[in-house]
């Protein structure tokens, strides 16, 4: 179509949707660094749109361009309606991160593509 391919990520993903990582983008990211985290679903911190990463959320893990082109045409994406990231576009995504609890990471896990 263009003529060329797009640069292309290490698993041979387009870079212009798997470069930047879920988290860099998030807009609960601040709420991350102040240590504000929804500690159980409905709390105060739920209310206060406070990041879910204590609920699960595996977005500093995930690169992925959901937080900027969203789903449904732009409207929304699962963080903004409330729920973490599940790191789905990830290679072994059903084995590592297909549960909602917190991602623990070991030496060689939680690295980006370009690490």
């Not at 601040?30 to 929804?38: I, K, Q, R, S, W």
């Not at 789903?71 to 699962?78: L, V």
């Amino acid at each position: 179509m263009f003529e060329e391919l797009p640069p292309l990520d290490s698993f041979n993903r387009p870079l212009w949707a798997y470069e930047g990582r879920v988290h860099d983008n998030c807009e609960r990211r601040g709420h991350y660094e102040l240590g504000e985290f929804v500690k159980e679903w409905g709390d105060i911190g739920a209310k206060k749109g406070w990041c879910l990463f204590e609920m699960g959320c595996k977005g500093p893990f995930t690169n992925v361009n959901c937080p900027t082109m969203k789903f449904n045409k732009g409207t929304s994406w699962p963080v903004q309606a409330g729920h973490g990231c599940m790191g789905c576009v990830e290679v072994g995504f059903f084995d590592k991160y297909a549960n909602e609890r917190k991602f623990e990471t070991t030496s060689n896990e939680g690295q980006t593509n370009e690490n």
